[in-house]
Structures are given as C-alpha cells and as structure tokens.
C-alpha cells in the first residue's frame, strides 16, 4: 500500500511538473500592431486565456501539448509548447486572404434573420457547465482611477435552451478603493456581475436594445458575407441607427458561420452621430445620463463545446446635482480559462451580491500572475499598485 501511495504521489508530481508557464507576444504579420483579445487555447483542452492591449498573454499548459491561436480574419496558428522558451515568443499572425466583403439580399428581413441566429445559437450552448473565469474591472472618476477589483470567478451555468441560468462561486479575489463611503461605492459599480454569463448567453442585451418590436424600426441593417482562399465563409451583419431618429442609439456588427448560424463576435456601442440625444434619468440625489457604452462579447467551439471565451464592457456617465458635476467610467473584462463538466458545489458558498467589492478580499496566492489571467500593461500595473499604497482595501477574510 505505502508503495502504491508513493507512486501516486510521484505520478501526480510528474504531470503537474509537466504544466509550464509560456509567455507570447502576438501581432499582425504585415503591420507590426498587436491583436487585443486573440483567443490563445490549448488544443483539445478547455484551458485558454486572451492577449492584451499590447498583444501579450501567459497560459499554463502541458509540455507535450499543442497551442492554438485564433483570431477572427486572421489564420489560425497552432505551435508546440515545446516550441516556446523561457523569454516572450513573438507571434505574427497572417491575415487571412479574403475576397472583398460581398453584400447579399435575403427574403428574410435582415431583424428577423438576426433573430434566427440568435435562437439558434442559444440552444447551442452546452449546460449544465462550470466555467472558471477571471474577471477585473477599473474605474475612473473625473480621469482619475478610483476603483479596481478582480477575481477567479466560477460560473456554474444552466438553465435551459430558452434561459440561462448561473450560480457565482468566488475562490480568490481583491478589491481596492479610494473611497470608504458606502453609498458613494454602490454608484461607482454599475457592471452586475451576476449577469456577466447570463446575459451574454442570452443576448438579451442586443436583443431589447436592437432587435424588439419598440427599436429595430430605428435601424438599417446590411448582410455581408467574407470568403477566404479556403473557402470558408463568414457573415456579419452590420447595424447602425436611421439618421432622422432622435434617439441614443447603438451600432456594430454580428458575425456568425451561416451555415452553423453559431455567433463567434458580437460587438455594440453608442452610435457617435446620436450621443447628442442622450436622455436624462433624475434620482434621489441627482441626474444622470450615459455618455458612452460599448460592449464586445466573443464565443468559440473547443471541443464540441460551444461557449463565451471572452466579454468586455466599458460605460461612460455624467453625474450631476447642485453641488457636483462629474464623470464615472468602468472598464470590465471577463475570459473563460477553463471548462468542465459542472460537479457538485457547496450552495452556502454562492455568491449572490451584484459587485466583487461587496465581498472581502480573499487571495491564497497571487492569482492574477497565474490561472491564465490577463497579463497587466505597465500602465495597469502603475494603476493597481498606486491603489493598492492609496486606496481602501476590502478587509482580507481569514
């Protein structure tokens, strides 16, 4: 028995030495620019994480296995951990060799086709799933950064075809903040963390701001279909507010396999040509109004399984009342960097309040350097640590 028990402790010692942390740098092989949120994978595996604005990631993964590298118009690249050293491996990624976008008519209108792909996408989700996350949020006041938080978040997602459903579990996280008023916290945190899966899983975000019977009226929407050498074939189609309407409108673009009808991108924000009728919401203490919002939400297939890998959502409001006039801006990022079949968790342990700040800080190691977190420009680590030496720290729980 001791035998056997040494051996699986040495078995167990020997695959999790065979995990190394590799470290890429990727950009565009003809302009030399970074790609922000290329989806780096291990193949045949859940584990995955994303590049940041300077095209940099980490990824922990398996010596013998394989990385794979997408990156919507660009071709996907795959390398053998093996390949990668101890230094930053610099990554160019061709773009790929399209033919011009061609515009095509359908019999459908184009709101309800969206509609379609929608439908069909959201039965497409696998549930029940438990998807572990990172999740980090900044925001800026007036310029100046007042809050950051972030965290291991895991998801464990159901419901059914129709509706989502998910219940929070938060293993690790922090919380820094320039402010100890309560009242003042609760208005400078508008992202629901509880919604980031269900929501995006859902679509029912685009759905009530674009697609239902009081806004698609207000839109013009166009169908273009891209193909490369290979021949695979993507659609987007492209939305954006009627001129005439005066209204705080959005545009972007979906883009789906249109013979799958499954999304991959799905990117929104505020139309520059209708801020101007950006309405006015009063409260108890003042008013407010949505200068800017922008949201991109982005699913891949790993393994059969189709599911969110990456979303981010940035907001812009003024504020005002008698005595102050200022601006509140939040920046959140949320990556999928594993995936498993859900298991049981302990429901005493789920998270149910809205913010990550709500929640005392609780680390058992430095998470965000490790799990396949999204590696932090120097200007985000100049941020965090001036918060962290300024800042009000969530009380550490024990």
Excluded: C
Aim: proline share 4%; hydrophobic share 35%.
């Amino acid at each position: 028995m001791k035998i056997l028990y040494a051996f699986v402790l040495l078995f167990g010692s020997l695959t999790f030495a065979q995990n190394i942390a590799i470290r890429g740098s990727i950009k565009d092989a003809q302009t030399k620019e970074p790609l922000l949120a290329a989806s780096v994978g291990v193949q045949n595996s859940g584990l995955g994480t994303i590049t940041n604005e300077e095209g940099l990631f980490q990824l922990s993964a398996p010596k013998s296995s394989v990385i794979v590298i997408t990156y919507l118009g660009y071709k996907t690249t795959a390398i053998p951990v093996s390949e990668f050293t101890q230094e930053v491996q610099n990554i160019a990624l061709e773009p790929s060799e399209e033919k011009l976008e061609e515009v095509i008519v359908t019999k459908t209108p184009l709101h309800e086709y969206l509609l379609d792909v929608f439908k069909v996408s959201k039965a497409r989700f696998n549930k029940p799933i438990l998807l572990h996350t990172y999740y980090r949020e900044f925001v800026k006041s007036n310029g100046k950064h007042v809050k950051f938080s972030d965290g291991l978040l895991d998801y464990h997602v159901s419901g059914t075809t129709k509706k989502t459903k998910s219940d929070l579990v938060i293993p690790q996280n922090r919380s820094f903040f320039l402010s100890s008023d309560e009242d003042d916290e609760d208005s400078r945190s508008l992202v629901n963390i509880q919604t980031a899966i269900s929501r995006s899983y859902d679509f029912g975000y685009f759905i009530e701001t674009l697609l239902d019977d009081d806004h698609y009226e207000d839109y013009e929407f166009m169908l273009k279909s891209k193909k490369d050498n290979s021949g695979a074939e993507l659609y987007t189609i492209y939305f954006e507010p009627i001129a005439s309407i005066e209204k705080p409108l959005n545009k972007g673009w979906v883009t789906f396999d249109p013979k799958t009808k499954l999304i991959y991108e799905i990117e929104t924000f505020m139309a520059p040509s209708h801020q101007q009728y950006a309405r006015t919401i009063n409260f108890l203490i003042g008013k407010a109004s949505i200068v800017d919002i922008k949201y991109k939400v982005a699913f891949k297939l790993a393994n059969s399984n189709y599911l969110m890998y990456y979303s981010n959502r940035y907001g812009k409001v003024r504020i005002w009342n008698k005595k102050l006039n200022y601006i509140e801006e939040w920046r959140s990022d949320l990556i999928v960097t594993d995936f498993e079949k859900d298991k049981p968790y302990d429901k005493k342990s789920v998270f149910k309040k809205k913010r990550l700040y709500d929640k005392p800080t609780h680390y058992t190691d430095k998470f965000w350097q490790k799990n396949n977190a999204i590696v932090l420009t120097a200007e985000e680590e100049k941020v965090i640590s001036s918060l962290e030496k300024e800042a009000v720290t969530a009380p550490k729980s024990e």
